[in-house]
């Protein structure tokens, strides 16, 4: 069987009412186009579409169920500018990117080998123009908030202050919430939970000095492509506030 056809086997059953993870037709339409074998260890990956998670650079590369309940649960539409913390090896920022555009999508992870891992992963996979960047998940990423949506792939008792104040007004953020139970709830800008997902088990949203990979910062080719523009644009006392390089 072909990778295409079995994508579309591992959508259907995820269809399925006897499971019921996937109602939206953009996320089906997504999960049958992203490659998840470019996600997932090499050994493993005749089994990338049975529904089960993997094991890599010690994060777990969330089961096709799981991705699709936080996505449903997220419901990000075309033209979105979207946030996701803890993006792991990249495969749910693929499936967000193939949905809003790549070039919408800001990914951030605290640990440092997992970012050039999502990076590479991203890139063969077509969706290059995903920005993954390291940084700590409690203080999002403010260069290019605010987001329409925020996706957090990782739990804490509640959502941060810092990343609900980069929502849009009309914003959600969707984080699981809570420490050995977990609810996978959606909030508006204000901190209100407008909406519960179902049970859930994610490892807690880790802090800086916790995460296994180092602090080092360096620059990717959409970057460099905005800065220039940027540059190319400026104007004598204008002042522009943008990315710090020197971090």
Same mark, same amino acid.
């Given at each position: 069987?072909d990778?295409? *056809?079995m994508?579309?086997?591992?959508?259907?059953?995820?269809?399925?009412?006897?499971?019921g993870y996937?109602e939206?037709?953009?996320i089906?339409v997504a999960?049958? %186009?992203?490659?998840?074998?470019?996600?997932?260890?090499?050994?493993?990956?005749e089994? *990338?579409y049975?529904?089960?998670?993997?094991?890599?650079a010690?994060?777990?590369?969330l089961?096709?169920?799981?991705?699709?309940?936080l996505?449903e649960?997220l419901s990000?539409t075309?033209g979105?500018s979207v946030? $996701?913390?803890?993006?792991?090896?990249?495969y749910?920022?693929a499936i967000?990117?193939?949905i809003?555009g790549?070039?919408n999508?800001?990914?951030?992870?605290?640990?440092?080998?997992?970012v $050039?891992?999502?990076?590479?992963n991203?890139?063969r996979?077509?969706?290059?123009d995903?920005l993954v960047d390291?940084?700590?998940g409690? &203080?999002?990423?403010?260069?290019?908030?605010?987001?329409?949506?925020?996706?957090?792939?990782a739990a *804490?008792?509640?959502?941060?202050? %810092?990343?609900?104040?980069?929502?849009r007004?009309?914003?959600t953020?969707v984080l699981?919430?809570g %420490?050995?139970?977990? $609810?996978?709830?959606?909030y508006?800008? &204000?901190?209100e939970r407008?909406g519960?997902?179902?049970?859930?088990?994610?490892?807690?949203?880790?802090?800086?000095g916790?995460? =296994?990979?180092?602090i080092?910062?360096n620059?990717?080719?959409?970057?460099?492509?905005?800065?220039?523009?940027?540059?190319?644009?400026r104007q004598?006392?204008?002042? =522009?506030n943008?990315?710090?390089? %020197?971090?």
């Open positions: 069987m990778r295409a *056809a994508r579309d086997e591992m959508v259907a059953s995820l269809e399925h009412e006897s499971k996937l939206s037709a953009a089906s999960m049958r %186009t992203v490659p998840r074998e470019l996600f997932v260890p090499s050994d493993r990956a089994q *990338a049975t529904d089960q998670s993997f094991e890599q010690g994060s777990r590369i089961s096709p169920s799981r991705v699709a309940q996505l649960a990000p075309a979105d946030l $996701i913390v803890g993006s792991g090896v990249g749910t920022a967000v990117a193939e809003v790549a070039e999508v800001q990914a951030i992870d605290i640990d440092r080998q997992l $050039i891992i999502a990076r590479q991203l890139d996979a077509g969706y290059g995903v390291r940084a700590d409690t &203080d999002g990423y403010a260069p290019y908030a605010p987001y329409d949506r925020i996706l957090v792939e *804490a008792v509640r959502p941060p202050a %810092t990343l609900l104040a980069q929502l007004e009309e914003g953020l699981p919430t %420490t050995q139970s977990q $609810i996978l709830a959606r508006d800008r &204000d901190g407008v519960e997902f179902g049970r859930v088990s994610f490892n807690p949203l880790l802090l800086e916790e995460q =296994h990979g180092t080092e910062r620059r990717m080719h959409r970057e460099d492509q905005e800065f220039a523009a940027r540059e190319r644009s004598s006392g204008w002042e =522009h943008w990315i710090d390089w %020197t971090r």
